[in-house]
Each structure stands twice: as C-alpha cells, then as structure tokens.
T-cell receptor, first 113, second 114 residues
Framework: NAGVTQTPKFRVLKTGQSMTLLCAQDMNHEYMYWYRQDPGMGLRLIHYSVGEGTTAKGEVPDGYNVSRLKKQNFLLGLESAAPSQTSVYFC????????????FGNGTRLTVT | AQSVTQPDIHITVSEGASLELRCNYSYGATPYLFWYVQSPGQGLQLLLKYFSGDTLVQGIKGFEAEFKRSQSSFNLRKPSVHWSDAAEYFCAVGANQAGTALIFGKGTTLSVSS
C-alpha cells in the first residue's frame, strides 16, 4: 500500500528557478490538497482539487499553480521560486465527504536560495 | 470563519505521566474535529476524529479526546505517556461543506523526559 507518494523528497532551488512537485495517490480519492508547513505556522492550504480537471485556491495560493489532469495525480508548480517559498510541502488526499480524514504524504523539503 | 487555536506551543511531560493537549475551535455549527500526529520527517497521521454522538472519542495509540461544546474545546489526553509519543500534534476542524479542506491549528510539540 503506497498511499500518498510525493516526489522529490528534497530539493534546493535558486531564486527564479522553476520546479514541479508531484503527488500521487493510489486510494482512488476524489479530493487532493497541497499544504505548506512552516515553523510556528502549522499547515496552510495552498490549493486543492475536488476532482479530475478541477482546482481551487486555498489560503496561500500566490506564487503557485496546480494541475489535476489525472485523478491520481496532483501537481504543484513554482514558476519563479522565491526564498519565501522555502518550506516543507505536504500533499494529502481524501474521499469526497467532509467526514473523511486526510491521508498525507511524507512531504517535500524545498529550499530556495 | 473557522479557526483552531492550540494555546501551547511546546509541552514537556515525564514518561509515564498523564498528558493533555489543548485545542479550541471557532465554528458556527456542529464541528468536525480531528487530531493528527506528526513524527519528525514524516507526514501527518490521524489519531482520532469527532463528528457527533459520544463526546469522548477513543483513538489509536491510547489517545482519547473529549468534545466540550460549552467550552469550544477538543482536548487530547493520554493517561501515561511513552517516549515514542514525542512528536508534534495538530488539531483540525472540518469545513462546513464538502469540497473544502481542513483548518489546522499551529501545532503543539510534545517532548518526553525520562
């Protein structure tokens, strides 16, 4: 059981570079989410998706884009990385009801220099 | 707007002692409440959840939480802490409609002393 898999696990970028974080889930979940975690800030929602082909903004969407071309994948893109985007990024997925808990990946640690 | 407050940033408990982590929420209706645990370098794992019914909820690893509507609280407890319980704990409240995400508190870091 892979659950939610995030790649890569670590990445260092220079300011202005771009990259894509990949999230894949094998639980047939409709909903997928991207959070960022910063010290003392908890988890903040970046973007989320309620189904293939749909995305929506969360609490801190600026500087990020997402795509959900396949149900099992949710991509998070940084077009022009900034030091403020240094963070740990978590992907999560869930069934399509508000009772369902989120299943989290193990995170991607991104450093932007 | 929904919000979650975890008043304690860091707590240290002796091994074998009891534990209570505080969580207060702001929500206009019956909340859907969760506690998650995060071990170093790992993602978040669900400990327990509350939707309705019995206000004392049992979870994994010997944890329990009690929902108190009058106090807008959902505190996490464990009678006897083990060294392996050292981690960060997050309280979260579910959105009032399907299709939106959980709102997380800022977390409480638990250290266990021997």
């Amino acid at each position: 059981n892979a659950g939610v898999t995030q790649t890569p696990k670590f990445r260092v970028l220079k300011t202005g570079q771009s990259m894509t974080l990949l999230c894949a889930q094998d639980m047939n979940h409709e909903y997928m989410y991207w959070y960022r975690q910063d010290p003392g800030m908890g988890l903040r929602l970046i973007h989320y998706s309620v189904g293939e082909g749909t995305t929506a903004k969360g609490e801190v969407p600026d500087g990020y884009n997402v795509s959900r071309l396949k149900k099992q994948n949710f991509l998070l893109g940084l077009e022009s990385a900034a030091p403020s985007q240094t963070s740990v990024y978590f992907c999560a997925s869930s069934y399509p009801d508000r009772f369902s808990p989120l299943h989290f990946g193990n995170g991607t640690r991104l450093t932007v220099t | 707007a929904q919000s979650v407050t975890q008043p304690d940033i860091h707590i240290t408990v002796s091994e074998g002692a009891s534990l209570e982590l505080r969580c207060n929420y702001s929500y206009g209706a019956t909340p859907y409440l969760f506690w998650y645990v995060q071990s170093p370098g790992q993602g978040l794992q669900l400990l327990l959840k509350y939707f309705s019914g019995d206000t004392l909820v049992q979870g994994i690893k010997g944890f329990e939480a009690e929902f108190k509507r009058s106090q807008s609280s959902f505190n996490l407890r464990k009678p006897s802490v083990h060294w392996s319980d050292a981690a960060e704990y997050f309280c979260a409240v579910g959105a009032n409609q399907a299709g939106t995400a959980l709102i997380f508190g800022k977390g409480t870091t638990l250290s266990v002393s021997s």
